[in-house]
Each structure stands twice: as C-alpha cells, then as structure tokens.
C-alpha cells in the first residue's frame, strides 16, 4: 500500500488502540510484576523479561482512569523508546494492520493536553476507529516515569 503504515492493534474494553510496528519490540504472555513502591498509578510493576527489567503500564488506567480495572491481564506488549523498553498491558494484541495516511485523519480533540500521545484517528470504515498511539509520548506523560527511566540504566549499565 502506497503511502501507509503497519500499525499493531491493540485493545482496552471495546476500544481499539494502534501502536507503530516499528515501535513493538514484542507481544508476551503475562508473567509476576513487582510492584515499584510510591509509583504512579498506572504502572503495574516491574518485570524482569529476558534478564531486562521493564516497566510495565496498564493501558486502561492511562487512557481510562475511572473505568474499574478487569481482573485478568491479556496481553503485555513490550516497546522501543528513546533509551529502554517499557511494556504496555492490554486486553489483547489483535492483528497487524498497513493503514493507508488517507484513513488516518486528525481529531481535534488531540491538542489537549492529557490525550497528546494520539497521533491521530485511522478510519477503517463501517464504523471503526483507532486511535493511533506514539509510545514515546505516552511514557513521558506518566508521572515519575524519568526516575524509574533513570533507575533502570543505572541497574543496566551498573
């Protein structure tokens, strides 16, 4: 497809979420968290992955803090960004998709502050939307998310 992208369709409840595949580093199966003390509230804890410590995000609680959480843990889907990996926890990873840049059109919501790490809306038709996610931005936007940064390439380079 000419002027496309692959995106990994991730979702929370009934939503449907797209991640850049350049940016999947890859999708696991849930195994223990430690919880990371007087952390933010979205992450769930820390995982050690392949001997590389991880921290991992639910991605209902970023984008739906007042929904209630569900009680299993599908999918973590674990992400390049500038410097170390994080892991994002979702319901599910559902397929990979090639998103042509005329179905991606741009909310206007998407100035605001709290939801700036969408990058747009794709349009698949027949009523299906997802929002595109830019990992890099999202972390960032998490309180505390530079200490833990921080801490882990201290532990890794240590």
């Known amino acids: 497809m000419k002027d496309s992208r692959k ?7 009934e939503e449907e979420f797209g991640l850049p595949i350049e940016t999947v580093q890859s999708i696991e199966k849930p195994v223990s968290l430690t919880a990371i003390p007087h ?3 979205v992450a769930e804890g820390m995982a050690a992955i392949r ?6 995000i639910s991605i209902q609680k970023v984008l ?16 390049n960004t500038d410097g170390m990996t994080m892991g994002l926890i979702a319901d599910d990873a559902r397929e990979i998709l090639d998103i042509s840049q005329e179905q991606i059109k741009v909310a206007g919501f998407l100035g605001y502050q709290k939801t700036k790490y969408i990058t747009g809306v794709a349009d698949l038709g027949e009523g299906r939307l997802i929002s595109i996610i830019d990992p890099q931005v999202l972390f960032q936007s998490i309180e505390g998310i530079s200490g833990i940064e921080e801490y882990i390439l201290n532990q890794q380079s240590g």
């Open 39 to 41: 952390f933010s509230d």
């Open 51 to 56: 001997d590389t410590l991880i921290p991992m």
């Open 64 to 79: 739906f803090p007042h929904k209630k959480p569900l009680e299993k843990q599908g999918k973590w889907i674990l992400l």
């Open 7 to 13: 995106i990994v369709v991730i979702t929370s409840g």
